[in-house]
């Protein structure tokens, strides 16, 4: 029984950054893909990116390209992702979800809530 | 950017059928899938590989594809499902993964 533990809710101001956790368990770690996924209070769910853990290749859609980072430590089963630039409209909750490469993700973090407010 | 398109949301009556349109260009290449999301939870899978439901979710879930549309039907709607509803699939090189803007189901 697969599980992904995040790291807990963070508070930023504007113009700083932000890492979050992603703890996986019960499965192979480099086995499956780990995207993120954020949700606005009130929105949808907007896809950020992905990593391999199995060899740190990433893709990140074109409108986060340049203020995200993912990376992961295969020796703690751990990805992270780091989002820079902070503005409050980046308040969001941050999931994590696995997927193979049939792109349907199956397990999902319980999310990270990041609040940007100065 | 690619987009995948669904309604803003769907009424139905407990008891009747509930269905939620998807549609994108790549749909016809790249398979879709179905989220259900509650307040306050994490979303979870009920349809994937265009109709193909996960262990542990109820019967009454389906799906179907046909050219550029994909539909996650509901029978027989119970007022637990009362959530809202996002169709996820990836561009037309199955690089990028995308969410449409999901469905709230209301059950009246």
């Known amino acids: 029984q697969g599980q992904l533990v995040q790291s807990g809710a963070e508070v930023k101001k504007p113009g700083a950054s932000v890492k979050v956790s992603c703890k996986a368990s019960g499965y192979t770690f480099i086995g499956y893909y780990i995207h993120w996924v954020r949700q606005a209070p009130g929105q949808g769910l907007e896809w950020l990116g992905w990593?391999?853990?199995?060899?740190?290749?990433?893709k990140y859609t074109q409108k986060f390209q340049g203020r995200v980072t993912m990376t992961r430590d295969t020796s703690i089963s751990t990805a992270y992702m780091e989002l820079s630039s902070l503005t409050s409209d980046d308040t969001a909750v941050f999931y994590c979800?696995?997927?193979?490469?049939?792109?349907?993700?199956?397990?999902w973090g319980r999310g990270t809530l990041v609040t940007v407010s100065s | 950017s690619y987009e995948v398109t669904q309604p803003p949301s769907v009424s139905v009556s407990p008891g009747q059928t509930a269905r939620i349109a998807c549609s994108g260009d790549?749909?016809?290449?790249?398979?879709g899938n179905w989220y259900q999301q509650k307040p306050g939870q994490a979303p979870v899978l009920v349809i994937f590989?265009?109709?193909e439901r996960p262990l542990g979710i109820p019967e009454r879930f389906s799906g179907s594809s046909s050219g550029t549309t994909v539909t996650l039907t509901i029978s027989g709607v119970q007022a637990e499902d009362e959530a809202d509803y996002y169709c996820q699939s990836a561009d037309i090189s199955g690089t990028y993964v995308v969410f449409g803007g999901g469905t709230k189901l209301t059950v009246l």
């Open positions: 590989k265009d109709s």
């Open positions: 990593i391999n853990p199995y060899n740190g290749v990433t």
């Open positions: 790549a749909l016809p290449k790249q398979y």
């Open positions: 979800a696995t997927s193979s490469e049939e792109w349907y993700l199956d397990l």
